[in-house]
């Protein structure tokens, strides 16, 4: 959030911190403005990519439309993770599906879930299976 202070430059003021719980977890934090629920304006979305094989990615959606940032909705750590925004829908999430057998590195298959908005509440629905490699699987936007 910036703040302008009287007879001063800009000003950031921290509004919303995220911190990690132990120096060097994540390996890289990407923020993205995208109008995901088809209201009057954008929200933040934030992918922290965690450090390691596993490459798991964490997406949360933040209001901040009244001055008061806050998040609104948060997808399940997901395993190799990829994720999209989808204007006006929410964010497309796909997750690697740990089996037995397959590497941290390398699951076999993965899961499609979207964050969406339905009458101002935020849910997790649920989507398609398909073998890791699929063209429908996206590039990842985090």
């Known amino acids: 959030m ?3 202070l009287p007879g001063s430059k800009v ?5 919303l911190r995220m911190r990690e ?5 994540w390996s890289d934090i990407t923020i993205l403005t995208g109008n995901t629920d088809s209201g009057p304006s954008d929200e933040l979305v ?8 596993s490459k798991k990615l964490a997406v949360a959606v933040v209001d901040v439309r009244s001055g008061n940032p806050r998040v609104v909705a948060v ?10 925004l989808l204007p006006g829908i929410g964010v ?3 997750s690697g599906v740990e089996a037995e057998g397959d590497p941290k590195c390398c699951p ?10 339905l009458d101002g509440a935020w849910f997790v629905n649920s989507g398609a299976t398909v073998p890791a490699g699929d063209p429908v699987i996206p590039v990842s936007e985090f």
């Open 2 to 4: 910036c703040e302008r």
């Open 108 to 117: 076999t298959n993965f899961a499609q879930s979207f964050l969406v908005v």
């Open 11 to 15: 000003t950031w003021v921290p509004a």
């Open 21 to 25: 719980s132990t120096l060097g977890q």
């Open 92 to 94: 497309e999430v796909w």
């Open 46 to 53: 934030s992918g922290v990519r965690i450090a390691g094989a």
């Open 75 to 84: 997808h399940p750590t997901g395993l190799s993770g990829v994720a999209v």
